[in-house]
């Protein structure tokens, strides 16, 4: 078999496959999970009593919470801590099933004290436990440029928080910071041991869609209240805390989830395709106009790749969806209008108050330039506690020089290699199935990155841990060494990658 190093590969030869020799048992490396004994019915049992112990303490402090919602998710934390423990790979594929069903479901009867944010620190203690033992055991890959972008991202953010006018406010920022680097890590690990880790990540991320689109049609048809921002609209939420968020939530998904389409046999091809279809729905119905157009301009670009007659579908399908759903005109126009609906003053997020706000928050960036104000202070200094509304204006204000320095050399590593990846696709270096994923990936992430202008996504966490699926990928196709990862094309002994369908699972031996 002819092993091929993917930084030297000729686009004239044969298209080849992002495959490892082997089997995948043979791929992975053996961590040592320990067996179940003694010592882990002992720590199931004291995380039992920790867990119940602390909702009694709770619900004594606040008498209205529900001791068995308190009681069952403190519960539950505790039992996903060890499954961590043990094996962190069903760790991680959970916490991605089940963080989006999370801020907004039972939030309520929480406070602060919320299922994310217990998740938020769950994620950050096992996975940095699994990182450190990974190192120690020798079974760490060598990690890509972006990763090290990842590490200075946050490490360059630390000052902010140092230096914070609000250190309550930062503090919470940095702890999400932080969740978005170490699953960034583990993930890249992950696609390092095994490129056929990405499909069990996407597959879990489409599992965790399920009850944000429920729960998103529920409310369409039943418990939609009134945009508080004075649009005049039922903007739809899901099971998130805010409509942008959700949207944001859906563009990236959507577009990943059109990308593994063309991949599928008949039957999961259909499923996905109905979830998609009642997914795009609802990002109709969040109202959120940076989504519609970042969720087009990734549209666009994934069907000029995949099949250029797509592309004046998208554009029929999305004249018409501004045509048939009440407000969506509405909503376009309240972009410039300066009043509100009833004719009273304009208190909603448009494009024009945006401006006036920028306008306002920028001589902040003078109280400190070399580290900011501190991390989602913005919204701390201003009568209309609000974010900037502007990502990038967001990390110079609130980070300073170094938070700047370190976002944008993020963007600008990512950027590098989705154009890298990008130009491997085109030139048939990658087999099918590897293009599309890689191009709805690019495609995803440029969507996201188109909202960086006018929403708030450089704190968006929850949006983060679904980016990084896109960002592993890119930077393995990118930067994996020969002894990392192999490019091999198909023999007589293996299957042909490059036909429209996914890999069936490895048989253990």
């Known amino acids: 078999m002819t092993t091929i190093d993917p930084t030297q590969y000729d686009a004239h030869e044969d298209r080849v496959s992002i495959r490892r020799e082997g089997t995948e048992e043979e791929q992975q490396p053996l961590l040592p999970n320990p067996k179940p004994g003694p010592a882990a019915l002992f720590v199931l049992l004291t995380a039992t009593v920790s867990g119940l112990a602390g909702a009694f303490v709770f619900q004594s402090l606040s008498p209205d919470t529900p001791f068995v919602i308190l009681g069952g998710t403190l519960l539950s934390a505790m ?37 994310s944010a217990i998740l938020g620190i769950l994620v950050i203690l096992v996975t940095a436990l699994h990182l450190v033992s990974r190192r120690l055991t020798g079974n760490w890959n060598t990690m890509t440029p972006l990763a090290w972008s990842f590490i200075g991202f946050f490490v360059l953010f630390i000052p902010s928080f140092v230096t914070s006018v609000d250190r309550g406010v930062s503090q919470g920022a940095m702890f999400g910071l932080l969740s978005v680097t170490l699953l960034y890590l583990a993930m890249e690990q992950q696609l390092l041991d095994t490129p056929r880790n990405l499909l069990k990540l996407l597959l879990a991320s489409g599992i965790g869609m399920v009850v944000p689109i429920v729960t998103g049609f529920v409310q369409f048809f039943f418990t939609g209240t009134l945009d508080p921002g004075g649009s005049g609209l039922v903007r739809i939420d899901g099971s998130f ?10 563009t990236f998904v959507l ?3 059109f990308a593994v389409v063309p991949t599928l046999d008949i039957k999961p091809r259909l499923g996905l395709l109905i979830g998609t279809g009642l997914g795009a729905f609802l ?16 549209a666009l670009l994934l ?5 250029k007659k797509l592309v004046l579908v998208i554009i029929g399908g999305a004249v018409a969806a501004g045509a048939a759903v009440p407000g969506v005109g509405d909503r376009l126009a309240n972009l410039t209008a300066s009043t509100g609906p009833n004719g009273g003053a304009k208190t909603d997020d ?12 920028w001589p ?5 330039p070399v580290s900011g104000i501190g991390i989602d202070a913005t919204k701390t200094q201003t009568p209309e506690a609000k974010d900037p509304h502007n990502s990038l204006l967001q990390a110079y204000l609130e980070g300073g020089i170094l938070g700047a320095i370190g976002f944008f050399t993020l963007l600008g590593l990512a950027t590098y290699a989705g154009i890298k990846v990008w130009k491997k696709a085109r030139s048939g270096a990658l087999d099918r199935q590897t293009t599309v994923i890689s191009v709805g990936a690019i495609a995803a992430l440029l969507s996201v990155a188109a909202q960086l202008i006018t929403e708030n996504v450089l704190l968006n966490t929850v949006v983060w841990w679904y980016l990084n699926i896109a960002f592993a990928h890119i930077a393995v196709v990118t930067w994996a060494r020969k002894n990392d990862i192999s490019v091999v094309a198909p023999t007589a002994d293996e299957p042909d990658l490059s036909r429209p369908a996914l890999p069936a699972p490895s048989t253990p031996r």
């Open 283 to 298: 990002l109709i119905a969040t109202f959120a106009r940076g989504a519609w157009a970042s969720f087009l301009i990734g």
């Open 364 to 368: 902040f960036a003078s109280r400190n």
């Open 79 to 115: 039992i996903l801590a060890l499954v961590g423990l043990y094996r962190y790979q069903w760790f991680l594929l959970i916490t991605l099933a089940i963080r989006p069903a999370l801020d907004d479901l039972i939030a309520d009867q929480f406070g602060t004290f919320q299922p």
């Open 255 to 257: 577009l990943l989830g």
């Open 303 to 307: 069907a000029a790749s995949v099949n």
């Open 350 to 361: 448009s494009l024009g108050w945006r401006f006036g706000y920028w306008e306002r928050i």
């Open 241 to 250: 805390a805010h409509p942008n968020t959700f949207a944001t939530y859906l």
